[in-house]
């Protein structure tokens, strides 16, 4: 039944990819201002040639087949402003760099997220509670780009413990990471507090106590399998705002990634690079969200959606 | 049984007399007052207030222009010539700030109403004929909640050059999803109501109930969503601005004056401090309102 559940949003997903590609391409074609009319001007021979390699002088629909095609083949097409360079190329280059940013700040919001979370929670209205779940307000309301410049300006230019951007040693890791990651460690701690103090009400939480086993055991080992499941219905939204964060994150702090590539291209108006770009970003997109919904159904024996 | 002889004691016991939380009042007045009682969401809801008060009588008080330029003067330090210093190109920092926060409140405005607009419209014609339409529909939402806005828009922007008409439109479109499926879940519940029932009986035609029945009372809710869909909207026109891709020079936004104070931070950290402060508390007093507001309109939803 859960199998069904997922293969019923595959196929939702399908169609939209569909339009999601058509739209994508025909913007490129009818965008106000063809890919080289910015430049100075073309001579008519050499704008001739221009179209023929990059099949623009081919009727409408055989370049929308060609481009289904090349999709098909993972082929993004060539950069219109980079000579020699393919929206493929800049990808492998920069999508690691993205990843490991990105897979570096999921980790410091579950690890910080769910350790103060589960404090609150064991101890609430103490301390423990008051001042995580005190700073997780600052975490929701302060967008990346105001907490990345602080974090740069206070522990990089005044203290002068961490480098202030690049992306070429493990310190250069950390504040980047921090930033990308501390709105969800917010969220995250709020959710793994509300998750865990509903959960311990519950009748299976008082068996667990009854057979003797430790407050901690009875945690780790039967509270939080139930008392998490509203971080991991979190994970996707947290995951497709990670990727969006890092556009900011990776202009505040100079990082090669695919984040600072697409903003550069949509900002010279590249637009190959910028539909590739947006296309692998709404895959990955889609992608997590997918994830998170089979690692929902294995969490909760209940869930078994229908 | 037992809850008849409750009333009738209440209603004995307790005689005219009732001011504050019974039948006279009315929900707008309840609200008013509890929202009074919740000191965050007051002092929000005041500071916002103000802000828009300063916003709008800018043009009069602000000590320069918003691009007079002075390059003698670039990056000079808060003074009581310059309240919060001077920019790169020594324009007024406290100037564009004020000119600065007319942008992004009306950014904030302007598209929540937009997405007020579409989704209270979705949301209404879809609960209230119901059936294989507000199943397709709603099925159109839930696709559309798929899809990754931010990345849309900055689309738009790239294709369609940077129009802050547009960005008003395309930031009102990616905020309505979630206030179609509120009044939706609010149109269904109210249709059957006996007063639409009455409605019909009088020959009001659909449109009639729509308009002046159906929607005036989703009202509660929306207008808490909305209040939760300025600071977005604010936020994700800051977001825009900070990379390039809003509001452009020499106009500025919340958004393209804290990314110029990234640029400067290291010589002149006030002029990121500055703007940083201010969208961070008016983020903060929306946010707070926002709550207060559906705190206050919804007692059986306050705790989470």
């Known amino acids: 039944m859960g199998l069904r559940y997922l293969l019923g949003r595959l196929a939702v997903m399908i169609p939209v990819f569909i339009v999601v590609v058509t739209v994508v391409f025909f913007m490129i074609r009818f965008a106000p201002g063809g890919p080289f009319d910015s430049e100075k001007q073309v001579p008519p021979d050499i704008l001739k040639n221009l179209n023929a390699k990059y099949h623009l002088d081919e009727p409408l629909v055989q370049q929308y087949l060609r481009y289904w095609g090349d999709l098909s083949r993972f082929d993004l097409g060539p950069s219109f402003k980079y000579a020699n360079r393919t929206v493929n190329e800049i990808i492998a280059e920069s999508l690691p760099v993205s990843a490991e940013l990105g897979l570096i700040s999921l980790v410091w919001a579950l690890l910080i997220g769910v350790t103060a979370g589960g404090l609150a929670a064991l101890k609430p209205n103490s301390m423990f509670d008051y001042i995580p779940m005190s700073f997780s307000i600052l975490g929701i309301c302060l967008p990346t780009f105001v907490i990345g410049p602080l974090f740069v300006l206070v522990f990089a230019v005044w203290a002068g413990w961490l480098p202030v951007g690049g992306w070429n040693t493990w310190q250069d890791r950390i504040l980047p990471s921090l930033t990308l990651g501390f709105a969800y460690a917010a969220y995250i701690s709020r959710l793994t507090r509300g998750g865990l103090m509903e959960i311990r009400s519950q009748d299976f939480i008082r068996t667990a106590r009854a057979k003797g086993l430790s407050e901690g055991r009875v945690i780790v080992k039967h509270a939080l399998r139930g008392g998490l499941l509203p971080v991991v219905s979190y994970l996707g939204p947290a995951m497709a705002g990670i990727i969006s964060g890092a556009l900011v994150t990776e202009q505040i702090f100079n990082i090669p990634g695919l984040g600072r590539f697409f903003i550069q291209s949509a900002v010279n108006r590249d637009y190959t690079v910028v539909m590739g770009t947006s296309l692998l970003y709404f895959s990955l997109i889609f992608v997590a969200n997918f994830l998170v919904d089979i690692v929902y159904v294995f969490l909760d024996p209940r869930v078994r959606y229908e | 049984?037992?809850?008849?002889?409750?009333?009738?004691?209440?209603?004995?016991?307790?005689?005219?007399?009732?001011?504050?939380?019974?039948?006279?009042?009315?929900?707008?007045?309840?609200?008013?007052?509890?929202?009074?009682?919740?000191?965050?969401?007051?002092?929000?809801?005041?500071?916002?207030?103000?802000?828009?008060?300063?916003?709008?009588?800018?043009?009069?008080?602000?000590?320069?222009?918003?691009?007079?330029?002075?390059?003698?003067?670039?990056?000079?330090?808060?003074?009581?010539?310059?309240?919060?210093?001077?920019?790169?190109?020594?324009?007024?920092?406290?100037?564009?700030?004020?000119?600065?926060?007319?942008?992004?409140?009306?950014?904030?405005?302007?598209?929540?109403?937009?997405?007020?607009?579409?989704?209270?419209?979705?949301?209404?014609?879809?609960?209230?004929?119901?059936?294989?339409?507000?199943?397709?529909?709603?099925?159109?939402?839930?696709?559309?909640?798929?899809?990754?806005?931010?990345?849309?828009?900055?689309?738009?922007?790239?294709?369609?050059?940077?129009?802050?008409?547009?960005?008003?439109?395309?930031?009102?479109?990616?905020?309505?999803?979630?206030?179609?499926?509120?009044?939706?879940?609010?149109?269904?519940?109210?249709?059957?109501?006996?007063?639409?029932?009455?409605?019909?009986?009088?020959?009001?035609?659909?449109?009639?109930?729509?308009?002046?029945?159906?929607?005036?009372?989703?009202?509660?809710?929306?207008?808490?969503?909305?209040?939760?869909?300025?600071?977005?909207?604010?936020?994700?026109?800051?977001?825009?601005?900070?990379?390039?891709?809003?509001?452009?020079?020499?106009?500025?936004?919340?958004?393209?004056?804290?990314?110029?104070?990234?640029?400067?931070?290291?010589?002149?950290?006030?002029?990121?401090?500055?703007?940083?402060?201010?969208?961070?508390?008016t983020l903060f007093s929306l946010n707070f309102l926002g709550d207060g507001l559906r705190d206050a309109l919804d007692p059986k939803g306050a705790k989470d």
Not at chain 2, 18 to 32: I, N, P
Not at chain 2, 38 to 44: D, M, S, V, W
Not at chain 2, 163 to 188: D, S
Not at chain 2, 198 to 206: D, F, Q, T, V
């Open chain 2, 1 to 281: 049984m037992s809850s008849e002889v409750m009333t009738i004691n209440t209603t004995t016991i307790a005689p005219p007399i009732q001011e504050d939380d019974s039948a006279g009042v009315s929900l707008w007045k309840d609200a008013y007052h509890r929202l009074l009682k919740n000191k965050l969401a007051t002092f929000g809801g005041l500071f916002i207030l103000f802000e828009v008060f300063i916003c709008i009588i800018t043009p009069w008080i602000a000590p320069y222009g918003f691009d007079t330029q002075n390059l003698e003067l670039t990056l000079a330090k808060p003074s009581a010539a310059h309240w919060l210093g001077t920019d790169t190109l020594g324009r007024d920092l406290f100037t564009r700030l004020l000119y600065g926060g007319r942008i992004s409140m009306m950014v904030g405005f302007l598209a929540s109403m937009v997405s007020v607009i579409v989704g209270v419209v979705y949301g209404a014609i879809s609960g209230f004929i119901g059936g294989k339409l507000d199943n397709f529909m709603m099925r159109v939402v839930d696709v559309l909640f798929a899809l990754p806005f931010v990345f849309l828009v900055i689309i738009l922007m790239v294709f369609f050059g940077r129009n802050i008409f547009l960005l008003f439109v395309a930031l009102g479109f990616t905020q309505w999803l979630t206030m179609a499926r509120i009044v939706r879940g609010q149109v269904i519940s109210l249709k059957e109501k006996e007063f639409v029932e009455a409605a019909r009986s009088l020959g009001i035609s659909n449109w009639g109930i729509i308009y002046r029945h159906l929607i005036p009372n989703t009202l509660g809710p929306v207008i808490v969503y909305l209040t939760l869909t300025v600071p977005s909207v604010i936020l994700d026109e800051a977001f825009l601005s900070f990379l390039g891709l809003g509001v452009q020079a020499p106009m500025a936004s919340w958004g393209t004056l804290i990314s110029n104070g990234v640029e400067v931070m290291e010589i002149a950290p006030w002029a990121l401090l500055f703007p940083a402060i201010t969208l961070s508390v």
